[in-house]
């Protein structure tokens, strides 16, 4: 099993600029999630899905999308990329636990750099 | 909004001495879970408390959930460089949504 898998890596974009980060689990897991994290910061919920066909948005939504085609995909769409959106962006997955939700298990994440 | 907030924010210790870090959530949690970042790396799940006081050890690591449900600690014993890193909690709110806490980077000096 791969796990979560993020690409790219590490990508640099020009403020206005559109791009969608990819990440993929093959656990076959129903919840996903997108976070962020600043430098020196904690990790802020942007939208997640309880299921294919399924998001809703998390702490920090604004200038976000996400859809859910399929259970092993849940792609991060950047609409207009901002200096604002500078940051190391995970991606994780789970599933339900006798009614809890479990642990995640989260990608290596994706370095974004807006100039 | 949920908030889970955690202190301290910094913790240096020396190699053999103990931590421990306090996480406070603003509601009820069903369960609460904690983990592991280590520098340039990605949150690590360590272990997941659902029961009013439940206390559970991994090695030298004892994570307790609080009897209100509200509340968590970690506390490491003799800590090793090993233990570098920052330790986050996490609470479920409105079933799904996975909230982090501020978290608390710990330092250990040999």
């Known amino acids: 099993n791969a796990g979560v898998t993020q690409t790219p890596k590490f990508q640099v974009l020009k403020t206005g600029q559109s791009m969608t980060l990819q990440c993929a689990q093959d656990m076959n897991h129903e919840y996903m999630s997108w976070y962020r994290q600043d430098p020196g910061m904690g990790l802020r919920l942007i939208h997640y899905?309880?299921?294919?066909?399924?998001?809703d948005q998390g702490e920090v939504p604004n200038g976000y999308n996400v859809s859910r085609s399929t259970t092993e995909d849940f792609p991060l769409r950047l609409l207009s990329a901002a200096p604002s959106q500078t940051s190391v962006y995970f991606c994780?997955?789970?599933?339900?636990?006798?009614?809890?939700?479990?642990?995640?298990?989260f990608g290596s994440g994706t370095r974004l750099t807006v100039v | 909004g949920q908030q889970v907030m955690q202190i301290p924010q910094y913790q240096h210790v020396q190699e053999g001495e103990d931590f421990t870090t306090y996480c406070n959530s603003s509601?009820?949690?069903?369960?609460i879970q904690w983990y592991k970042q280590r520098p340039g790396g990605h949150p690590v799940f360590l272990i997941q408390l659902v029961k009013s006081g439940e206390v559970k050890k991994q090695k030298r690591l004892t994570f307790q959930f609080g009897e209100a449900k509200k509340n968590s600690s970690l506390h490491i014993t003799a800590t090793q460089t090993t233990d570098v890193g920052t330790y986050f909690c996490a609470g479920p709110y409105n079933t799904d949504k996975l909230i982090f806490g501020t978290g608390t980077r710990l330092q250990v000096f040999p």
């Open positions: 509601t009820t949690l069903s369960n």
């Open positions: 899905s309880v299921g294919a066909g399924i998001t």
């Open positions: 994780a997955s789970s599933y339900s636990n006798i009614g809890n939700l479990y642990g995640y298990t």
